[in-house]
């Protein structure tokens, strides 16, 4: 499943190449995550209420074309992996049929108050299953 | 007490203008004032462990000329009124001679939990008549 | 005229007390205002490429009450002034019909070449007639 | 040869798990390799002034552990390689002898104007030459 979430460049996300600045994009990957895993039944808010977070341990961006201000981009989000411990998403920033810039993030599933691994199998089986039925390769 | 602050301005707080974005002062702001505090014998970090925060209520910027990338700014803080609930600061963006940016923020100490307000000449006394020794009208 | 944005809190822009930071206002306030402006029939990136910024030149913010990550928050923008050189507008973040903030920019009409002051009247007499009927006091 | 920069982490770069947000790093890394090129005897700026910039193609972060607010980071920098259009920077941010983050970057030398490569070794010899020195495998 590829998952859309609409994003709009923001006048303080450029920088004086008069481009969005590339340390945005890992926000707007973010940003396309959290609507994402809203669509398992579950919002990040949540997870986080009930003790569990979901801290990025890899980030890779690919830069191609620079989106600037105003741009209303495209961010298509998928989750190509997901185990009992760890998430892997890939991500591609569209503006209408061009790829301006492609990345990926992988996340552990942690306690809130240790910072220790959690078994989101045993936790969260529901979230666990729906998440699963996105996966695509 | 005129407390002064050295920051170099970051190519990623720039904007297509080619000046730094005016969102990045109550940054800078925010950063001299944690510095300023910490010659009171406390840093803002232990305050949090303690279960007291000191959430800005109240900013004021006046933009007069711009920063630009690589500026060494001073930013020149001062404290100029605390009481038993609140503080008040004052600060002055500085390229050598050159008044860049001036503002203000107040703030009210609460509490961690309940972020009800907290007395902070009783529950941090030293703290308070450090501080008070540093207003300057 | 009271024009209204929905903009929803990002993860990115919280901070360690659990709210979204104080800075992240002014960012918020310019989104609103970028949609606002081009109700006038000129979007600010038109604006720009024609040689004329609007760099903000004072800022207030009132924090009332705090933001959370995933809030859809309405800014509710009102146009207070506009004068042949300068523009004012107001702000309210709205959470349901919570205030949460409230604040106020003003603006000056310059030349993106020479950052002197740029008489709108002259050099669009559209878009300032357009704006002015969207002042209220 | 491996250039070091001290980064103070501020309040304004944590999230709400209480540690600076991932997007934090990348901003770092560009701190750092700022100050590393102004050791080549030409600052990130006069570059941008003669027409050259250096946008990122390239991003990776791998987040071993957190760091929090008031940490005093540093960030080595290395340049691992550098041809006469594109360099390659690779980061570790350590707290003491702590790993925290690693990371590289890769860039293009591109015109401003045009955005098309530039052949940085003819342009400026003195600049690829300096660089080239520092590269270390």
Redo the contacts between chains.
């Keep these: 499943m590829v998952h859309k979430t609409v994003i709009?460049a923001?006048?303080?996300e450029?920088?004086?190449?008069?481009?969005i600045?590339?340390?945005?994009y890992?926000?707007w990957f973010?940003?396309a995550r959290?609507q994402f895993i809203k669509e398992s039944g579950i919002?990040?808010?949540q997870f986080?209420r009930d003790g569990v977070?979901m801290?990025?341990?890899?980030?890779?961006?690919?830069?191609i074309q620079?989106a600037?201000?105003?741009d209303e981009v495209t961010v298509e989000t998928r989750i190509t992996r997901v185990s009992y411990s760890r998430i892997f998403f890939s991500y591609r920033v569209m503006l209408g049929d061009k790829v301006l810039t492609t990345g990926t993030t992988s996340h552990g599933f942690v306690s809130?108050d240790t910072f220790k691994p959690v078994n989101i199998k045993k936790t969260f089986p529901q979230f666990f299953e729906q998440v699963s039925s996105f996966v695509e390769e």
């Design positions: 709009k923001r006048y303080a450029t920088d004086q190449m008069g481009v600045h590339h340390s945005v890992p926000i973010e940003e959290t919002t990040y808010g986080e977070m801290p990025v341990t890899d980030l890779t961006v690919k830069y620079p600037h201000f105003e809130s």
